[in-house]
């Protein structure tokens, strides 16, 4: 692949990390500040996790984007920025649109619909990024680079959740959706400014001569039929099956746990909404970097699926702690230590399946199965959410720890049937038959 070697691998990362962190911002806003500002009027916990479960589904249904993204295109200006630049403005566009309705948090169905649609937007930047980054970065460099992505998102999500969370609690709803829209509208200039390759515009240009674009050279699968073909071999494997089912079960009880603990711990053992949104919205997020970064490192000294273990394994104990301590739990002491171990463990043991998912990934759809794995991560995440009024309702909370425990655990024996090697040794690296530049004209977004 071309790389467009006038531009600087540091703007490349750079841009590329703080688009990251845009997609962070939303999700902590939700996650943690609007959760702490509805438990604190008294929402019930159902309710809050049905609001909490809305940012999870269309991040569960982002592997629709992949194809169109691959297919479909602006050319003149790059094959990803488009979509980058689009998607950044509806989601200010629809967090807007939250500022014209009065009393936003008191009509609790329209505040899910608008929580949907900015996470819709959101999960359309992200699935370009990837693709972005697939693009750009060579090979040596994903590693690392995915480091500092990661990472810029749980930057995104102090921002969204702890910095925004004080936003709400002391200057109102309205304020705090107003500096995330300013926030999201800064980051703007930075996919505005950026150029995949040589010669693609900053804006549209029409009627005008410009010099062609590299982007407009570039190979794509012929069809959208040949993608999700390509995509069907992939998953006819054992191993990609299995790992789907990993991914899709994998986050349940982290997520029901994010939602029915606070409210415990707030409602029953006395905490106010300020010390929790200290504990979860500040130290965690600099705990789960923490997490990611040493299952990124793990993973590549030991490998994936070991590592997956290992998390699997450490992170059902750390229920299990929750459950022996109970005793403790009006020591915040003892609450504060278990829950940013819960944070690392839980970072920990992403990093670890983006690992093994990204070995499992056919070269030829690397990026739209990949996407598919991420999607199935937020089936899980909405799952859990939806869950944690049920489990707080059918379990004493010793009990429900016990029961996450036990969850965790069983995860082991589907990745012990994972083969990291299945897939390249199967289909090997496989090929994309590629339309010819002057074919794909009258497919573009132009």
């Not at 993204?69 to 790059?78: H, K, N, S």
């Not at 909404?273 to 923490?290: I, K, M, P, Y």
């Not at 799952?383 to 425990?405: D, R, W």
Request: charged content about 15%; glycine content about 8%; aromatic content about 10%.
């Amino acid at each position: 692949m071309n790389f467009y070697l006038n531009q600087s691998r540091r703007w490349r990362l750079t841009t590329l990390c703080v688009l990251y962190s845009a997609q962070g911002i939303p999700d902590g806003f939700v996650r943690i500040a609007l959760k702490v500002y509805l438990i604190g009027k008294g929402v019930p916990t159902e309710s809050v996790g049905n609001v909490i479960a809305m940012v999870s589904w269309p991040w569960a249904m982002k592997w629709v984007w992949g194809p169109f993204i691959d297919r479909f295109e602006y050319l003149p200006m790059g094959r990803r920025r488009p979509w980058i630049l689009m998607a950044q403005v509806m989601m200010a566009l629809t967090l807007g649109a939250m500022l014209l309705v009065p009393d936003l948090a008191s009509n609790m169905r329209l505040l899910s619909l608008m929580v949907l649609l900015v996470n819709i937007c959101a999960s359309l930047q992200d699935v370009s990024v990837d693709a972005l980054a697939i693009d750009l970065l060579p090979e040596r460099e994903r590693g690392i680079a995915n480091g500092f992505m990661y990472g810029s998102n749980y930057a995104g999500s102090f921002f969204g959740g702890a910095i925004l969370g004080q936003c709400i609690l002391l200057y109102g709803f309205p304020t705090a959706v107003t500096a995330q829209i300013v926030v999201l509208l800064c980051i703007l200039a930075f996919p505005l400014f950026l150029r995949e390759r040589p010669g693609d515009l900053f804006l549209p240009r029409i009627g005008k001569q410009r010099t062609a674009s590299l982007s407009e050279e570039e190979a794509r699968p012929s069809s959208l039929g040949q993608l999700f073909g390509l995509l069907f071999k992939a998953f006819s494997l054992r191993s990609p099956q299995l790992a789907a089912v990993l991914a899709a079960l994998s986050l349940i009880t982290v997520n029901s746990h994010l939602v029915f603990w606070p409210a415990h711990v707030q409602r029953q053992i006395g905490w106010t909404d300020v010390e929790w949104l200290h504990l979860e919205g500040r130290l965690s997020v600099w705990f789960g970097l923490a997490g990611s970064l040493a299952g990124g490192i793990l993973a590549s000294a030991i490998g994936a699926k070991r590592t997956v273990i290992v998390s699997l394994v450490a992170l059902s104990a750390c229920w299990f702690a929750y459950a022996l301590t109970e005793d403790s739990w009006d020591n915040k002491t003892t609450i504060t230590v278990l829950f940013l171990a819960e944070s690392t463990l839980a970072a920990f043991l992403q990093v670890s399946m983006f690992a093994l998912f990204m070995g499992l990934c056919w070269p030829p759809i690397a990026a739209t199965q990949f996407t598919t794995f991420m999607a199935l991560l937020n089936v899980s995440n909405g799952l859990g959410a939806k869950l944690a009024g049920p489990i707080e309702a059918t379990f004493g909370m010793g009990s429900a720890h016990v029961a996450l425990g036990c969850v965790q655990l069983a995860l082991v024996a589907i990745v012990l049937a994972i083969d990291p090697n299945e897939v390249r040794q199967t289909l090997g690296d496989g090929e994309i038959v590629a339309e010819s530049p002057a074919s794909r004209e009258t497919n573009t977004l132009e």
